[in-house]
Structures are given as structure tokens and as C-alpha cells.
């Protein structure tokens, strides 16, 4: 079945430190792709997302490209800073006549300043 | 526009007894999806549904089930209540998009659920 598979955590950098946080796919169909972010106390919300192989997203610095050819969707970020610290979801939906949405386990992020 | 709103926040229930979860979307969103979040298991998706028919299931047992009004606001049910139902419950709306693709979905603060 559908599933998405992203880097356990927890990750601990320094700010400015780059950030990488692995997340791959598999799907049946062609799906979208999402992070979502979950800061400490606050609800699950969209980080950025991308609709089809070689779209970009890009938001607050971070960013992620689909790989259609290694079912990836990275996340990056050039320089995190303390109030990144979270917790960050891959996600992928499918149009299956209705959208099931299918998230990683999550990877914690700890910034220290 | 106001967010998505979930009630009640808190809910601690015995095993056996059975609840209700409400959900009211984004004024003109029409896609409702729940999603129950554990330590454990993560965030797994329970169930979506547009205009009152629910158009896509997780892997979920039949104790699990949802409806959707006319106003697009949404219910789930979990009766005979197990230890490991104990979750966070979320759910999220979504626009409707012409192209057949996912808009962003808006997630409501989840109702927190602990079974004894």
C-alpha cells in the first residue's frame, strides 16, 4: 500500500546549522506531496507542498523538491533558527475518488541557540 | 474566517461506552478528513468525506464511523471504547479544487480522548 517513510529523530542542530530531514514515498498512483509542521503547543499546519514531479515548495526558507525518479521529498532549510524547533510530517494524497492523506512518523527538531 | 473548530477539546471515557466527536469546517470547505494521532502509531487516517458521503476509509475497525451534515460539519463515533482508542482525534478541512488535487488541508486543535 501507500506509504511514507521519513528520518527518525530526534534531530538536534545548532542554529544556522543546514537542515536536512529525509523523507521517501511509495505510491501507486501520482500523488501530492506535503510537510506539515507541529510546533510545541499549536496545531498541525502546512509547511509547503508540491503537485507533481519537479515542483518545488518553498516556505519560511525551507524548501523540498519532488523526485518523481527516487519517490523523495526532502525537506531542506540553509540556516534553522531556535524558533524551528518542531516537529515535521511528510505526508502524500491520493485521489482515489476521494483523498486519503497517508503522513511519516514525524521528525522532532531541536534548535539550540 | 474563522478556523477549524473541534469539540470537545478533552474527553475521558471507561472502556466499553461509546462517543461523539464534532468537527465544524472552514466556512466553504467541503472535504472533512479525520485523523487519529498516538505515540505509537502516529498520525493515521481515519476517514474523508464530501457532501455527506464518505468517499474514502483507513484501516480502521467498523467501531469507527463518521458522518458529514449539510453544512459540511462532521461527527465520528467510536462505540464499545478499547484502552488503545486513548488518541489525539483531529480532523481537517479542505476547498474543493476543479483540478482533482489536494488543496492544503486546515487541521482543528483535535480532541484529546483517554479511555480508562
Known amino acids: 500500500g501507500d506509504s511514507v517513510t521519513q528520518m527518525e529523530g530526534p534531530v538536534t542542530l545548532s542554529e544556522e546549522a543546514f537542515l536536512t530531514i529525509n523523507c521517501t514515498y511509495t505510491?501507486?498512483?501520482?500523488?501530492?506531496l506535503f510537510w506539515y509542521v507541529q510546533y510545541p503547543g499549536e496545531g498541525l499546519q502546512l509547511l509547503l507542498k508540491?503537485?507533481?514531479?519537479?515542483d518545488k515548495g518553498s516556505n519560511k526558507g525551507f524548501e523540498a523538491t519532488y523526485r518523481k525518479e527516487t519517490t523523495s521529498f526532502h525537506l531542506e532549510k540553509g540556516s534553522v533558527q531556535v524558533s524551528d524547533s518542531a516537529v515535521y510530517f511528510c505526508?502524500?494524497?491520493?485521489?482515489?475518488?476521494?483523498?486519503?492523506?497517508?503522513f511519516g512518523a514525524g521528525t522532532r527538531l531541536f534548535v539550540k541557540a | 474566517k474563522a478556523g477549524v473548530t473541534q469539540t470537545p477539546r478533552y474527553l475521558i471515557k471507561t472502556r466499553g461506552q461509546q462517543v461523539t466527536l464534532s468537527c465544524s469546517p472552514i466556512s466553504g470547505h467541503r472535504s472533512v478528513s479525520w485523523y487519529q494521532q498516538t505515540p505509537g502509531q502516529g498520525l493515521q487516517f481515519l476517514f474523508e468525506?464530501?457532501?455527506?458521503?464518505?468517499?474514502n476509509k483507513g484501516n480502521f475497525p467498523g467501531r469507527f464511523s463518521g458522518r458529514q451534515f449539510s453544512n459540511s460539519r462532521s461527527e465520528m463515533n467510536v462505540s464499545t471504547l478499547e484502552l488503545g482508542d486513548s488518541a489525539l482525534y483531529l480532523c481537517?478541512?479542505?476547498?474543493?479544487?476543479?483540478?482533482?488535487?489536494?488543496?492544503?488541508?486546515?487541521f482543528g486543535p483535535g480532541t484529546r480522548l483517554l479511555v480508562l
Open positions: 505526508a502524500l494524497s491520493m485521489n482515489t475518488g476521494g483523498f486519503k492523506t497517508i
Open positions: 505510491a501507486t498512483g501520482y500523488p501530492s
Open positions: 468525506y464530501f457532501s455527506e458521503t464518505q468517499r
Open positions: 481537517a478541512s479542505s476547498p474543493l479544487t476543479s483540478g482533482g488535487i489536494q488543496e492544503t488541508q486546515y
Open positions: 508540491a503537485t507533481k514531479a519537479d
